[in-house]
């Protein structure tokens, strides 16, 4: 019964969160196998539940941030799932914990004591199920306790842990892509059109950080010939960066580099962006590509752009940038 829990529940989050509207979809929807598994039930065939006189599930959720944009999604499937369980006398109890620092040291440092509280502590016969962290080196500080504790994973990030590490950790299950998979996809963009002069500009979290690792060590293990012609400059980009620094960056980049990858959050590939349109480095000779991998409006979502003015030259140039995309591959 855990696993049909796991399965369902997240099956439910998904589908709230990656598919909105079932016009979107362009085909079947999705909707109506899961209408089909759960349909609406009377109200009045539901039994009343409570924790004496059920089996209670311990979800806990444990987020890197208390306004992640799936909990509603994980509110909405146990609103829907609830009243089927209860005809098999199961009710649910949530547990949240919300950990301040995003993907950063303090996250890393904050996330076991809290998995040990709920628990050990707030969960009376511990967690059932754990839905999320998200961040790469959140989970991995974590990966350990949650083999030995044997407690189910399910989360939509992750996606700096290799494939290789992930095998070791059973209980895991990640619905999101990887930042490996996503390496490679680049790495053949850059060997179809031969683009050997790259520059890898990324933020200083840990999500950047690890990518652009992850994409260095694919590189390096690629069989693909470009490999051995490849000139790729690494770039961290500062917390503080103003547009002087970045124009700086770019001409320096530029030197060597024509291609340019950009790791980062919304604001900042704008602002670079601005600053190559200002050193007039926006034109054919130039390659940029940034990637759309949390679609998540705290995050690195790209339709920021959207807010532009329309007059925002910057904003138009956007629409010729070459974006990877991520939606729960």
Same mark, same amino acid.
């Given at each position: ?5 796991v ?8 589908? +709230?969160?990656?598919?909105p509207?079932?016009?979107?979809? !362009?085909?079947?929807? @999705?909707?109506? &196998?899961?209408g089909n598994?759960?349909p609406?039930?009377d109200?009045s #065939?539901v039994?009343?539940l409570?924790a004496?006189?059920?089996t @209670?599930v311990?979800l806990?959720e444990?987020?890197e941030d208390d ?5 509603p999604?994980?509110? %909405?499937?146990l $609103?829907?799932i609830?009243?089927?369980f209860?005809?098999?006398n199961m009710?649910f109890?949530?547990?949240r914990?919300g ?11 904050a ?7 709920m628990h050990?502590?707030q969960?009376?016969n511990?967690?059932q199920l754990l ?5 790469s ?8 306790l =949650?083999?030995?504790?044997n ?8 996606? !700096?842990?290799?494939f290789?590490? +992930? $095998?070791k ?14 390496? *490679?996809?680049l =790495?053949?963009? *850059?060997?179809?059109?031969n683009?050997?002069n790259?520059a ?15 994409f $260095?060590?694919?590189?390096q293990? #690629?069989?693909?010939?470009i490999f051995?012609?490849i000139?790729f400059?690494?770039v961290?980009?500062?917390q503080?960066?103003? +547009? $002087?620094w970045l124009?700086?960056? %770019? ?5 060597? &580099?024509r291609?340019f990858? %950009?790791?980062?959050l ?11 349109s200002e050193?007039?480095? %926006?034109?054919?000779?130039y @390659?940029y590509?940034?990637?759309?991998? =949390?679609?998540?409006?705290?995050? &690195?979502d790209l339709?920021?752009?959207n807010?532009m003015?329309k ?5 138009? @140039?956007?629409?010729?940038?070459f974006?990877?995309l991520?939606f729960?591959?």
């Amino acid at each position: 019964m855990r696993s049909v829990v796991v399965c369902l529940s997240f099956i439910c989050l998904l589908l +709230k969160k990656c598919y909105p509207a079932e016009s979107t979809m !362009g085909s079947p929807s @999705v909707y109506t &196998s899961y209408g089909n598994v759960f349909p609406p039930l009377d109200p009045s #065939s539901v039994p009343k539940l409570s924790a004496e006189n059920s089996t @209670v599930v311990t979800l806990c959720e444990l987020w890197e941030d208390d306004g992640i944009p799936v909990t509603p999604g994980i509110d %909405l499937a146990l $609103q829907r799932i609830g009243p089927h369980f209860a005809l098999k006398n199961m009710t649910f109890r949530l547990l949240r914990h919300g950990i301040a620092g995003g993907c950063g040291d303090e996250s890393v440092l904050a996330v076991g004591p809290a998995l040990v509280d709920m628990h050990l502590h707030q969960a009376p016969n511990g967690c059932q199920l754990l839905i999320g962290p998200s961040c790469s080196e959140t989970m991995s500080n974590i990966r350990g306790l =949650i083999e030995h504790w044997n407690i189910p994973v399910v989360t939509s990030g992750a996606s !700096g842990i290799k494939f290789a590490d +992930k $095998q070791k950790t059973e209980v895991l299950t990640r619905f999101g892509y990887t930042q490996e998979d996503v390496s *490679l996809f680049l =790495i053949r963009i *850059l060997d179809h059109f031969n683009w050997t002069n790259v520059a890898f500009l990324y933020d200083v979290d840990t999500y950047a950080t690890d990518f652009q690792s992850s994409f $260095q060590q694919v590189l390096q293990s #690629s069989r693909l010939d470009i490999f051995k012609r490849i000139e790729f400059t690494k770039v961290m980009l500062g917390q503080n960066s103003d +547009k $002087q620094w970045l124009k700086d960056t %770019l001409v320096r980049s530029s030197e060597r &580099s024509r291609v340019f990858i %950009l790791a980062a959050l919304a604001r900042n590939v704008y602002q670079i962006m601005v600053a190559a349109s200002e050193l007039g480095k %926006l034109n054919s000779e130039y @390659v940029y590509i940034t990637t759309n991998l =949390i679609e998540a409006h705290r995050f &690195s979502d790209l339709f920021f752009f959207n807010n532009m003015a329309k007059s925002d030259p910057v904003r138009a @140039v956007h629409r010729l940038t070459f974006s990877v995309l991520a939606f729960c591959l």
